[in-house]
């Protein structure tokens, strides 16, 4: 039986027709280092400069790692820390898995809460650094903005839980394009291990669908399914309690069933209808020729894989429930490989007008949101409280066809990727 090496030059190892990645670091990059160093700096050091990007400080620092933290201390003093709990700055109950307790167990607490909140944040820049490449000055704006974008901004102010989840993902794509096989194995523990913490990471595992040949693929996937159910026998208490936590609701938040939820509908008919469509767009996606003429060259494999990767993650989020603003952290995967989509001038015009869109409605979907609450926080003392309630879910209303816009964007990639899978497993298949 013949091995299966096509893989290699189809879009399961792909890239996109733009210039190949360059070795080493840019003096664009060395200018968003400076600049976002600076900036973020600058909030740290001003903390009341957080309103002005719509993101409330609450005069404290890091309160979803101290909400963890405070969940170990309720544990260690005989405490039930699923109900609301009083070591909480917010008396929030634990709303995630039992694996978390493990801090506790390492003797972590409340008072660990500043070293560990500065150094989680400090891990995501540095990886976040690491990568984003502009190369241009364009793209060095297109990716100050994404990295600076009021979502990240949450997500370190509170030292949020996604950034764990970003942290323990960043290393599964470099593991993919790692030359020994038995070692492309470890990133199916990644995928597992951020899993048993938030439950959401599961669909990361799409990702694991790239590999040199089709036996690799089947042995990485039963692997990967092996763990995963491991990993959900572990979890499933946690994820059923997990089910009665109220949903978040308004701006800074993104999910399917919003626009259902304007509509009068119930969660649980919003979850199946946003299903529903996710397949039907799927469906059309699959048939489209939008993609067509798309082609992948092996320059930018990596930037491809890190978008699979966080388009997976977003729209599985989207289509699944309705999420908090910081995690958008994982759009810094999408950036690297969208910007040269957009100015690739090898890709057919249609190509690159599908890739503009999806980028406009990305900064939409990063900036929206937060600079209509910072407006509201400005005009606090001169409107009305009701008359700024009316005009944020007016604003809500209105943007939820926007959001829903950029999420088929990504389905159509996602997609791609997948037919592209089929395309070579049926085809390597007829010629074994």
């Known amino acids: 039986m013949m091995k299966n090496t096509a893989l290699k030059a189809t879009a399961l190892t792909p890239a996109s027709r733009g210039p190949a990645e360059r070795p080493g670091r840019s003096r664009w990059w060395w200018l968003l280092l400076a600049f976002s160093f600076a900036y973020f700096g600058a909030i740290a050091a001003n903390p009341t400069w957080f309103s002005f990007f719509g993101v409330s400080h609450y005069s404290v620092w890091f309160v979803d790692s101290y909400a963890i933290l405070a969940s170990n201390d309720a544990l260690a003093h005989g405490l039930d820390p699923y109900v609301p709990n009083p070591f909480d700055y917010f008396r929030r109950p634990h709303v995630y898995s039992h694996w978390w307790f493990t801090l506790g167990k390492l003797g972590l607490t409340r008072q660990d809460n500043g070293w560990l909140g500065l150094t989680l944040g400090g891990l995501f820049l540095l990886v976040a650094w690491w990568s984003l490449r502009p190369r241009s000055a364009g793209e060095l704006g297109w990716c100050a903005a994404v990295l600076c974008s009021p979502p990240v901004l949450l997500a370190l102010n509170r030292a949020n839980n996604d950034l764990v989840v970003f942290l323990l993902l960043a290393p599964v794509v470099p593991i993919l394009l790692l030359r020994q096989r038995s070692w492309r194995i470890a990133s199916v523990l990644f995928v597992a291990f951020a899993t048993g913490l938030k439950f959401y990471p599961a669909v990361a595992s799409l990702v694991l669908l790239y590999g040199e040949t089709r036996a690799e693929i089947r042995e990485r996937g039963l692997i990967a399914l092996l763990a995963l159910s491991i990993v959900g026998v572990s979890v499933a208490p946690d994820l059923l309690g997990a089910v009665k936590v109220p949903s978040p609701t308004g701006i800074l938040t993104f999910g399917a069933m919003n626009l259902f939820e304007t509509l009068g509908c119930s969660n649980l008919v919003g979850l199946g209808l946003s299903l529903v469509v996710a397949l039907l767009v799927m469906t059309f996606a699959w048939r489209s020729t939008l993609l067509k003429d798309w082609t992948i ?100 209303r209105w943007e939820q066809p926007l959001s829903w816009a950029f999420f088929l964007c990504l389905l159509f990639f996602l997609t791609r990727m997948l037919r592209d899978l089929w395309t070579t497993f049926t085809t390597s298949s007829s010629r074994e």
């Not at 494999?301 to 603003?325: P, S």
Request: glycine share 8%.
């Open 297 to 396: 060259s092996p320059a930018e494999r990596g930037r491809w894989m890190h978008f699979v990767l966080g388009a997976a993650l977003l729209t599985g989020c989207f289509f699944t429930g309705k999420n908090y603003a910081y995690r958008w952290v994982f759009a810094l995967w999408l950036a690297p490989a969208l910007w040269p989509w957009m100015t690739d001038p090898l890709a057919s015009r249609g190509f690159r007008r599908f890739a503009r869109v999806t980028g406009i409605l990305l900064l939409f979907s990063l900036w929206g949101d937060a600079l209509v609450s910072s407006a509201c926080n400005l005009f606090a003392q001169h409107v009305p409280l009701a008359t700024l309630t009316r005009w944020t879910d007016l604003f809500f």
